[in-house]
Every structure is written in structure tokens, then in C-alpha cells.
């Protein structure tokens, strides 16, 4: 990444010309190396999860999970989760596909956490922005909540929670073909290539919007700026960081640019992880969806257990890593 | 392949109207265009009615009543070879 670096800096205070020490000058040359090296890493991150995915297809995961017994189940659906794509829209047929197939509804949690949660884009801007041990942090801390609060949900017997019509309508065609069909190599990596393309389409411009924010933060907000409000000695940061993440979800890229920089000016890395984790779990749209499949109740308790997870785990490390 | 209009092709999408879903339409209708086919395109964007087709991601491709492609948006290029 050192090339990078010096490209960024080259342009800045060579090519444009400005001065060291200028706010602008910083920010901007931040801006320069933040946005190439987030791109390059999507990039090839994208590339190769979209590889992996031509084998690890919907249709297999299901196959595989249906009638896990819990424990094991959640560790395997939580694992799965993790290279699997997440649009919001397909959370209905994943949903419905699963249940039908016979996995269990905690297994089926356990996926439909991990998904969001540990997902390539998240893990490129983390990796980028924050370095590999936060990255590390926020993977393992992911993968334990959706492992755990799926088999939590799954003692509490909520079957009946879930909507009739996922239960009982009917399938008149099954789709066989798509996720079993034998691909070469250079098909899958074609395949990879254009999901790249379209991700990478998708997201743009909230990464460089986040980082462009980010960016200003670094150069102008003064150091420890946050460290009163969302430092580790404010016990409402951590509950209030997983109320503001709740409605944020569609800016998940655009949104970690942003937190770095916060944590750069002294906000908490415990209270700042799971503000990026209520961010990708919890998000309207989201729930909104996830309502037409299954009933308030189950909704109510789904969202109450992942806050209080997010606000535990937000405590523990803002008290471990002061 | 049996078609039902003659030799009318049959495309639907399937999906709730995501931004995904419209950005398959757009490379359906190219691709119709590009093969020179006669096709009739449908949008389903009932959740019940996607759900009948089996499928686990959306948006999904639907040829002649065959589930094409789903939880992805092919290229135009390949939408062509499926037309075919």
C-alpha cells in the first residue's frame, strides 16, 4: 500500500502543488489514498467471494443445513452466512426456501445474521480504513452473535410465529437448474467478474461519499473531539451508538469511513464496533421485510436480543481495550 | 419447447421491485432487442406468485417458464445466449 500512499501525496502536494500542514492538503490526500485502496481491495475481495459463491450456492446451504440440530446448526449457518450475498429482497424466497426445506428457525437466524453482518463490502472498508485486528474483532464478535442469538431463538420455541403462507403455499415449479449446474472455471470467474462490476456499481458512491466525509473529520474536527461524547467513559454512548444504527442500513459503505474517522478522534472501539454492527444487522428495511414472513412477536424478540447482545458486547470492549 | 402464442417468447422477472430487479428489466429488454426475438416481458412482483417458482433469491429470471437465472442480474450478452 505504500505506492498508494505516495501517489496520494504526489498528487497533493506535488501535481496540485499545496502546502504540508494545510488542512485541506490532509484531507485531501486522504481522500486520494483512502478511495484507491478501498477500490482495489473490493475489487479483488469481490472477485474471488464471487467465485467461492458459484460453489456455495443458496440451494446447497439449505440442502446442507436442512434438519441440522441446534448448536451445530448455528455454527454451520452462521459460517455459511459469511460468504453468502445479501440483498435485502431476497430475504423472503432464503427464508421461505430454508423453513420449507426442513432447517430449523434458529439455523435459519443464524444465516440470515451472519449474512448481513459479515459481509464482503463491510470487511473491505474495515480492512481498509481500520487494519486487520478490528476487522478480525468485528468478524469473530458477528459470527458469535449470529451463532448465539439463533440458537437462543431457537430454545424459545417460536415456530408458531411464523407467518401461515410461508407454511403452506404452494411451490408449482422447482427451480433445478440454477446453483447445481456444472460451470468451468473461466464461467465462474466470469460470473464473479460481473457480480464485482455490479457491486462495486452499487456502492461507489457512498464510498466515496463516507470517505470524502471522513476525510473532512480527519482534517478539520480537532483531536479527541469525540472522546467526551462517545469515549469510554460515557456510559449512553454504546446503547445510543445501536439506536442510531438501526435506520442507517443502506449506507453501510458509506457509514465505516465515517466511524474511523470518529475513531480517530477519540470514540470508543468497543462503542464504534457495534455502532458498524447495528448498522449491517438491524436495519428498517430490513424488518419491514422480515415482518411479511414472520409475526411481531418474533420480530419484537429478534430485534431485543441483538440490541442487548450489540450493548453487552459494546461494554465489554470499551472496557477491555481502554 | 412448446410455446403458447406461437412463437411469442415468454420472459418474466421475478422480484419485489428492488433496485436490482429494474436493473435486470433494462438488460432483459436489451438483450430481446439484441437477438431480435418476439417476446412478451412480465413483471411478478406478487411475493406469493415468486415464491411458486421455488426460487431462493431474487431477482430471478423466468424463460418459457424455466427459472434461468435467480439472485443475480446476467449480462446482456448472456441473456442473448438464453434467448437462443
Not at chain 1, 214 to 220: D, L, P, T
Request: hydrophobic letters at 55%; glycine letters at 10%.
Amino acid at each position: 500500500m505504500g505506492v498508494l500512499e505516495d501517489f496520494g501525496a504526489w498528487v497533493v502536494y506535488s501535481l496540485i502543488g499545496m502546502s504540508r500542514g494545510d488542512p485541506l492538503a490532509e484531507a485531501l490526500d486522504f481522500f486520494i489514498y483512502d478511495t484507491l485502496k478501498i477500490f482495489l481491495l473490493l475489487f479483488f475481495i469481490t472477485f474471488f467471494v464471487g467465485i467461492l459463491r458459484t460453489y456455495v450456492t443458496p440451494e446447497r446451504i439449505r440442502d446442507f443445513l436442512a434438519h441440522r440440530k441446534y448448536g451445530m446448526g448455528n455454527v454451520l449457518a452462521a459460517l455459511f452466512g459469511i460468504p453468502t450475498p445479501f440483498c435485502t429482497c431476497s430475504v423472503i424466497p432464503l427464508f421461505m426456501g430454508f423453513i420449507r426445506a426442513g432447517v430449523p428457525l434458529g439455523v435459519t437466524f443464524s444465516f440470515l445474521i451472519a449474512s448481513p453482518v459479515i459481509n464482503e463490502v463491510a470487511i473491505v472498508m474495515l480492512l481498509g480504513l481500520v487494519g486487520w485486528k478490528i476487522t478480525a474483532l468485528y468478524i469473530g464478535i458477528g459470527f458469535i452473535i449470529a451463532v448465539v442469538v439463533g440458537f437462543v431463538l431457537g430454545l424459545l420455541h417460536l415456530e408458531d410465529q411464523i407467518e401461515e403462507f410461508v407454511l403452506t403455499s404452494k411451490i408449482s415449479t422447482v427451480a433445478e437448474n440454477s446453483g447445481k449446474e456444472v460451470l468451468s472455471l473461466s464461467k465462474r470467474a466470469s460470473l464473479a467478474f460481473e457480480e464485482s462490476k455490479e457491486i462495486i456499481k452499487q456502492v461507489w458512491l457512498y464510498i466515496v461519499a463516507g470517505i470524502g466525509i471522513g476525510a473532512f473529520i480527519h482534517g478539520y474536527v480537532p483531536q479527541d473531539f469525540f472522546l467526551e461524547y462517545a469515549g469510554p467513559q460515557n456510559p449512553f454512548a454504546v446503547p445510543v451508538a445501536v439506536l442510531i444504527g438501526i435506520p442507517l442500513y443502506s449506507n453501510a459503505a458509506g457509514t465505516i469511513p465515517i466511524i474511523q474517522a470518529l475513531m480517530a478522534k477519540g470514540m470508543a472501539v468497543g462503542t464504534a464496533l457495534v455502532l458498524m454492527m447495528s448498522i449491517t444487522a438491524l436495519s428498517f428495511p430490513q424488518l419491514l421485510i422480515l415482518r411479511k414472513v414472520v409475526k411481531p412477536k418474533l420480530l419484537a424478540i429478534l430485534v431485543g436480543i441483538l440490541a442487548i447482545s450489540f450493548i453487552l458486547i459494546g461494554y465489554l470492549f470499551n472496557y477491555l481495550l481502554q | 419447447m412448446i410455446f403458447l402464442n406461437g412463437d411469442v417468447m415468454k420472459i418474466e422477472i421475478l422480484g419485489t421491485g428492488c433496485l436490482r430487479c429494474k436493473n435486470l428489466e433494462a438488460n432483459v429488454k436489451m438483450a430481446v432487442e439484441k437477438a431480435g426475438k418476439r417476446a412478451e416481458v412480465i413483471k411478478v412482483t406478487d411475493i406469493k406468485e415468486i415464491l411458486a417458482y421455488g426460487i431462493m433469491g431474487t431477482p430471478a429470471l423466468v424463460i418459457d417458464g424455466k427459472v434461468m437465472a435467480q439472485g443475480r442480474i446476467p449480462s446482456v450478452d448472456e441473456i442473448v445466449k438464453m434467448l437462443d
